[in-house]
């Protein structure tokens, strides 16, 4: 709305320049259609050569680093490409770098301005930093130098999230792990970094008013706190389909009944996908056939035929589900079988799936679960799990959890964690294989209804008194809101999990607002992850870096 605003006060079409991060960032929120009705007639990228256009005023949309910044002198210094540049930053720009676009190009710029949005909203409810590379940078002994720079770019994003939502939170972080003599206190150190940054912003802000805090919360947690719900087989539909079948970007390539390519883009523009990606598969395979036949009836969505075909054919795609394998998990996770009977021998639980031929994958998974179980194993016993599953040379997929505070090797001199108390869902099951809940819920529950221990949840900045859970905001409202936009005259809880968010916990942010109402969850993190990718990511933590990124303009 900024930048289109701006373009309305000229009648001169323009050119939209971008960088990779703010492709994406665009892409989330308008289409192509929607920026040629403001007059902004062609998108570029702003690494790749482009010819100049002297009639035409430039439009560059980009993050503030040195790289970007170099790139836009590049179109400037020695020759201009445009009449104009109209220059919008994701975020703060240093006085270094706004200094040196001033001397080299500062005839040209018209406007600049910093919109404070370097974070990606994935969907409603959801969003992530689009920086898959920070688990690396925080978690290897290898990037040790990092680590901080990695927090601190984490930090400036969450502040544009909190600044995007006109929310100044009280911020609050889970109480750091202490594992073999380390202490991994990421939570806290990210926690003290939003918080200053979160002054620092609401001090500078253009009103030259101080902003209290709002009626918003902000936890922060690492991902070790349940390394159970990342790696677990999901049996609901957005979870499942994400584990199983190969999705880029969001998009599912499929071939239709003649034979032709098509591809399903799985977002919520896509009403259908909206309803059915947090139910559960067998109740999906109930779905789709009645919605077949709904929207054959309906003559207005021709659209929704080709998206339906689309869900069918994903669900057909999808893998047949091991029963044994999910029954297997669900058991070592819950700690109980369906009875309730409380599971006595891990072991014996886990061995059917080690004995049958299944994929490396799947076994290590629940090799995984079966020591998440006992909150560590005896080194002797992990060695014999790793022949079983025959990863003698690749048994960092097991041993680098450590890196993430998660006991692995339990000793007689080691002291077990003591594990938080779960809640009682037994009522709301379902499903025999969909028992397990993540931990998330029940942080996003006892938040909400202001449960959480202050010794478990430290404060780096108190909330409102008045922000003390659902019964104080229902009352407040008188009413409980029901749709989104009502909510927001409610509270906000804003969780931002360090080292990546599953589906099964973006999901939890939908059911928790659902049955609260008076309070919207959000949920976010550097990015989101697959079990395949988060154990690709474990096993790549103790391998030393071997190549730095290095960036070219590529000539077309």
């Known amino acids: 709305e900024t930048i289109i605003e701006d373009c309305k006060k000229s009648e001169i079409w ?5 960088d990779h991060f703010t492709t994406k960032l665009l892409s989330s929120c308008c289409k192509m259609s929607d920026l040629m009705q403001e007059g902004i007639t062609i998108v570029e990228d702003l690494y790749k050569s482009r010819e100049p256009v002297l009639e035409m005023k430039a ?5 503030p680093t040195a790289k970007c910044v170099d790139a836009f002198i590049g179109d400037f210094k020695l020759k201009p490409k445009y009449k104009a540049a109209y220059v919008y930053f994701t975020d703060y720009c240093s006085d270094e770098l706004f200094n040196k676009m001033k001397l080299y190009c500062g005839k040209y710029i018209r406007v600049c301005k910093e919109l404070n949005i370097s974070f990606l909203p994935q969907e409603s409810q959801v969003f992530t930093c689009d920086n898959p590379g920070a688990f690396r940078s925080i978690y290897s002994p290898h990037c040790s130098q990092d680590k901080v ?9 969450i502040v544009t999230l909190c600044a995007t939502l006109d929310e100044n939170p009280g911020v609050r972080y889970k109480k750091e792990t202490v594992l073999e003599n380390t202490t991994l206190d990421n939570a806290k150190q990210l926690a003290a970094l939003v918080d200053y940054k979160l002054t620092k912003h609401y001090d500078m802000d253009d009103n030259s008013k101080k902003k209290g805090k709002t009626q918003a919360q902000l936890l922060i947690v690492e991902r070790g706190f349940d390394p159970v719900t990342p790696i677990l087989h999901e049996l609901t539909y957005q979870a499942m389909a994400y584990d199983l079948v190969p999705i880029k970007n969001d998009t599912y390539k499929y071939k ?7 591809e399903a883009l799985l977002n919520e523009d896509d009403q259908l996908w909206a309803r059915l990606r947090h139910m559960h598969i067998a109740e999906v395979s109930e779905q789709i056939p009645k919605l077949v036949k709904e929207i054959s009836a309906n003559k207005k969505q021709p659209d929704g035929k080709i998206t339906i075909s689309g869900l069918s054919q994903l669900m057909k795609k999808m893998p047949h589900f091991r029963k044994q394998v999910a029954q297997v998990r669900s058991d070592l996770a819950v700690g109980s079988d369906v009875e309730g009977v409380k599971v006595k021998d891990p072991m014996r639980t886990l061995l059917p799936v080690l004995l049958h031929p299944h994929g490396t994958y799947d076994k290590i998974r629940a090799v995984l679960l079966y020591i998440f179980s006992l909150n560590g194993t005896t080194e002797e016993n992990l060695n014999k799990l790793i022949q079983h599953v025959k ?16 006991p692995i090797i339990s000793s007689p001199s080691f002291f077990p964690m003591r594990r938080s108390s779960r809640r009682d869902r037994t009522q709301e099951e379902t499903y025999s294989l969909s028992r397990w809940t993540p931990v998330i819920k029940d942080v996003m529950e006892d938040a909400v209804e202001n449960k ?11 909330c409102p008194a008045a922000w003390n859970g659902s019964g104080a905001v229902s009352a407040r409202q008188k009413h409980k809101a029901s749709t989104q936009d ?3 005259s409610g509270s906000r809880l804003i969780i931002f999990v360090i080292g990546g968010i599953s589906y099964s916990e973006m999901r939890s942010a939908y059911q928790v607002t659902q049955s609260v109402k008076s309070c919207e969850v959000i949920i976010g993190s550097s990015h989101i992850v697959t079990p395949m990718e988060l154990l690709d990511d474990i096993q790549a933590l103790s391998k030393p870096t071997t190549t730095k990124e290095t960036f070219t303009i590529v000539k077309e």
Do not use: C
């Open 14 to 18: 323009k050119i939209l320049i971008l």
């Open 59 to 63: 439009i560059y949309f980009m993050t």
């Open 149 to 157: 720079k990695t927090l601190e770019t984490l930090a400036a994003q």
């Open 256 to 262: 239709s009944k003649d034979g032709s390519e098509k």
């Open 391 to 406: 990863i003698e040379e690749d048994r960092e997929f097991i041993l680098n959890w450590r890196e993430l505070g998660v």
């Open 452 to 462: 959480l221990e202050t010794r478990e949840w430290p404060h780096q900045s108190e």
């Open 486 to 488: 009502e909510r927001r």
